[in-house]
Nanobody, 115 residues
Framework: VQLVESGGGLVQPGGSRRLSCAAS????????MSWYRQAPGKERESVAH????????NYADSVKGRFTISRDNAKNTVYLQMNSLKPEDTAVYYC?????????WGQGTQVTVSS
């Protein structure tokens, strides 16, 4: 089982970034997918969640209206489009796959929002 995040990096405030998480080793379409993040000195927090078929999404209040989660079950990939980025969005972003019985995590990708 692998979840491999990519797309992180340095971005200026107000900028955009798209994160990707490529999944392998399990039946991707059977898993709800989420993005979490962890800033230095803070606990890991949920950012966005998408249902197995992609019909339902929900977001943390702090990113609502700025971030969009989506998935492509044909490509076994989940995305996080991040717009209007703020310095407080700086964190390591993790991809998570969850079913009734199993829970998988990626290794994380760093996003730094700074001028």
């Amino acid at each position: 089982v692998q979840l491999v995040e990519s797309g992180g990096g340095l971005v200026q405030p107000g900028g955009s970034r798209r994160l990707s998480c490529a999944a392998s080793g399990f039946t991707f379409s059977s898993y709800a997918m989420s993005w979490y993040r962890q800033a230095p000195g803070k606990e890991r927090e949920s950012v966005a969640h998408i249902s197995r078929a992609g019909g339902r999404t929900n977001y943390a209040d702090s990113v609502k209206g700025r971030f969009t989660i989506s998935r492509d079950n044909a490509k076994n990939t989940v995305y996080l489009q991040m717009n209007s980025l703020k310095p407080e969005d700086t964190a390591v972003y993790y991809c998570n796959a969850e079913s009734r019985f199993w829970d998988y995590w990626g290794q994380g990708t760093q996003v730094t929002v700074s001028s």
